[in-house]
């Protein structure tokens, strides 16, 4: 999935107030990835990464930053794999490239996809899309119930996962989070 169609979702979702639009939106969105994509979008629209925290700041993001590309290419998985090589880079010469890692990922990201990885990787992206409305999103798209998501949620510890087995299986794949 293109990371513009996340923006936009998320676009959408931060515009209004309306809960139930929200997990709407999200819903839709969910419905539209592919099953490698789950566990990197879920924890992008709750404002996180499915790294956590790499620790990329407003200095390298800054030093990164690259004209905004024309037209969007950047898919989500490669925005992942930019997080996971920035995160085993070590040893002499890290911070060099770790700057060439982020600004590859700028140079091809359009200016709507540059402000939301700025806010994603500061901790700064604001939507309103809590877990508790994803929550809501992973059983209106996999036609799970919300409470047995929640429980799922709770049993895992994070929805990503969750997510991922109510997307390919339904409700039904949300029994490896019972007791």
Same mark, same amino acid.
């Given at each position: ?13 931060a ?14 969105? *969910?419905?539209? *990835?592919?099953?490698? @994509? ?32 024309p ?6 998985? @490669?925005?992942?794999?930019m ?9 002499a ?14 140079a091809?990201?359009? @200016? ?8 994603? *990787?500061?901790?700064? *992206? ?5 877990e ?18 929640? !429980? ?23 029994? !490896?989070?019972?007791?």
């Open positions: 999935m293109l990371l513009s169609t996340v923006v936009e979702t998320s676009r959408r979702v515009e209004t107030t309306k809960r139930r639009e929200k997990s709407e939106a999200l819903a839709a969105l *969910l419905r539209q *990835l592919m099953p490698d @994509e789950i566990a990197v979008v879920v924890p992008y629209l709750a404002g996180g990464t499915r790294q956590g925290r790499v620790g990329i700041g407003y200095a390298m993001i800054r030093d990164a930053m690259a004209p905004p590309a037209e969007a290419t950047l898919q989500v998985t @490669e925005v992942d794999r997080l996971d090589a920035y995160a085993d880079v070590q040893g010469g890290s911070a060099a490239r770790r700057r060439e890692i982020v600004q590859a990922v700028f091809r990201a359009t @200016e709507a996809e540059q402000q939301f990885l700025t806010g994603l *990787l500061m901790g700064e *992206l604001r939507q309103g899309a809590l508790g409305i994803m929550v809501e999103a992973v059983a209106k798209a996999s036609g799970a119930s919300v409470a047995r998501v929640r !429980q799922a949620v709770m049993m895992a510890g994070d929805i990503a996962p969750v997510a991922r087995a109510a997307m390919e299986r339904g409700e039904a794949g949300l029994s !490896q989070y019972d007791l």
